[in-house]
């Protein structure tokens, strides 16, 4: 089960974008929270390392491909948000799955500063792009 | 009579009972109805008949009250964390303006304070909760100090060093909160009915009613006491979360 889960990091336009993906049966095992959690983290970490950058990017995005949603993956987001959030970053969540939007809001994880819910993949770099710096 | 009264707990006690009764108490201050009419003259001739009526009744009113509070307040939870995460979605429909209009002047409280560590206590005790209960997606159809009360009883199945007085703490401090909310939404429906009553004085004998300062009384009594719940709300949630971090439930 745990090969089923898909976490991808690249760069686009200066802006760190991870994408992740899991079977619907994925939320149900036990640990999954804690397994997301840190493959995401490390993604992350990964993704800054190899950009070689001095400070860390203002904004980064997290892309979910996959249909279901569960109280890992709200974790998992949360625990991302954390380490951005940490360094003044902002994360903008893609395609989170509509059908469960309505838990994501009543935990209060929308109402974060630097936590933005958005829909399609360009409309969140045209926004992210705003945040990064121009390259001199 | 008294076991049976014993058996009921705290928050049984001051969540539901006891806004029962006010509620029964202002229904019957204003409809001026006799008991002995309502019970027949052969219950109404037994003291302990009418004790255990009144008391069904009061149980049954304040359950009502109970559900009324938590659905109002998640209702307004939902639209205030909406708001503050999309502020572009205010823009709705007439229709449903009003409504949110009305929520809040029920329902409408402060959220706590402490934004980060608020949200970080709800994730958590929603992924506990689904954890060990095996359910899904509970958090889309629980108020928030369900998904409270609901950790607060799991919570017991893990070993916690010192946790009984902690809970025990939390447990009264949720009382309280149940308390608070039901009798702030008693005293909004009384507001709401007397500003109604009092308008059809107003237009049928064109001269101000009594009930005017009725109305203003509990009209302003009401938000008074959902701050105070708020502060129990904060209160309870420190108490829970100083159990332990996730990590040591997971």
């Known amino acids: 089960m745990i090969e089923q889960l898909q976490i991808k990091g690249e760069w686009r336009d200066g802006v760190p974008i991870l994408e992740i993906d899991y079977l619907p ?5 036990p640990r999954t929270s804690q397994l997301l959690s840190e493959k995401l983290i490390s993604q992350y970490r990964s993704l800054l390392a190899e950009s070689g950058l001095d ?8 892309v979910i491909k996959a249909t279901t949603a569960g109280s890992p993956l709200v974790r998992a987001i949360f625990a991302v948000y954390e380490v951005i959030h940490a360094d003044s970053g902002t994360l903008f969540c893609v395609n989170y799955p509509v059908a469960y939007l309505e838990s994501l809001t009543s935990l209060g994880l929308t109402a974060l500063p630097g936590f ?6 360009d409309e969140t770099l045209e926004e992210a ?7 001199a | 009579m008294d076991k049976v009264v014993a058996r009921l707990s705290t928050i049984e006690i001051l969540g539901v009972l006891a806004p029962g009764f006010v509620a029964l108490i202002a229904l019957h201050a204003w409809l001026r109805f006799d008991l002995t009419d309502v019970l027949g003259p052969s219950v109404s001739g037994n003291s302990l008949a009418v004790t255990v009526t009144v008391l069904i009744a009061a149980y049954a009113v304040g359950s009502l009250l109970l559900e009324w509070v938590n659905a109002g307040t998640r209702y307004f939870m939902r639209v205030q964390l909406e708001q503050l995460g999309r502020p572009e979605r205010l823009g709705t429909s007439a229709r449903r303006r009003v409504l949110d209009a009305g929520v809040w002047l029920m329902h409408g409280m402060p959220l706590p304070r402490m934004r980060f560590s ?105 938000y008074p006491l959902r701050l105070v719940a708020a502060r129990y709300w904060e209160q309870e949630i420190i108490l829970v979360c100083s159990l332990g971090e996730w990590r040591t439930f997971g």
């Open chain 2, 118 to 222: 608020f949200v970080r206590a709800q994730v958590m005790m929603s992924e506990f909760n689904e954890s060990v209960s095996h359910t899904f997606e509970s958090s889309r159809f629980s108020s928030p100090w369900q998904r409270l009360d609901m950790f607060r009883k799991l919570v017991s199945r893990v070993s916690v060093p010192n946790a009984s007085t902690v809970l025990t703490a939390v447990a009264d401090a949720h009382a309280r909160l149940l308390f608070m909310l039901s009798l702030s939404l008693t005293l909004a429906l009384i507001a709401v009915v007397g500003a109604l009553l009092s308008a059809v004085t107003i237009v049928r004998c064109h001269q101000l009613s009594p009930l005017l300062l009725l109305v203003c009384a509990s009209g302003l009594g009401s």
């Open chain 1, 116 to 121: 933005k819910l958005m829909n399609t993949l």
């Open chain 1, 25 to 29: 049966a994925q939320m149900f095992q």
């Open chain 1, 55 to 62: 400070v860390p990017p203002p904004a980064c995005v997290l």
């Open chain 1, 129 to 135: 792009r705003k945040l990064v710096p121009p390259i």
